[in-house]
Nanobody, 123 residues
Framework: VQLQASGGGLVQPGGSLRLSCAAS????????MGWFRQAPGKERRFVAAINWRGNSIYYADSVKGRFTISRDNAKNTVYLQMNNLKPEDTAIYYCAADRSSVVRTTPSVYNYWGQGTQVTVSS
């Protein structure tokens, strides 16, 4: 599986962005998909994840109520809608795929990673 993240950019506080992650490979629809982020000097941290059916979704507490993860298996794409962005959301955002059927939040269990897309929230 190869993952290609896109949609990052510079946005003012309170603004919105939608990240996309396009996957190659016929087994995409069976994988858990996750979004992680890494700020300068910090560890990569969990943001959100969704199972293949879309009926099991987890969010980090810091983004609950502001971010929404979704997926379109027909398009082999997972999305992260980010609203009411804050300066502390600034980071490189990575999408990842986990062969497990159970949603997990630990970066080390994910098998495939995209290249990352920069999100900067600043006035």
């Amino acid at each position: 599986v190869q993952l290609q993240a896109s949609g990052g950019g510079l946005v003012q506080p309170g603004g919105s962005l939608r990240l996309s992650c396009a996957a190659s490979g016929r087994t995409f629809s069976s994988y858990v998909m996750g979004w992680f982020r890494q700020a300068p000097g910090k560890e990569r941290r969990f943001v959100a994840a969704i199972n293949w059916r879309g009926n099991s979704i987890y969010y980090a507490d810091s983004v609950k109520g502001r971010f929404t993860i979704s997926r379109d298996n027909a398009k082999n794409t997972v999305y992260l809608q980010m609203n009411n962005l804050k300066p502390e959301d600034t980071a490189i955002y990575y999408c990842a795929a986990d062969r497990s059927s159970v949603v997990r939040t630990t970066p080390s269990v994910y098998n495939y990673w995209g290249q990352g897309t920069q999100v900067t929230v600043s006035s």
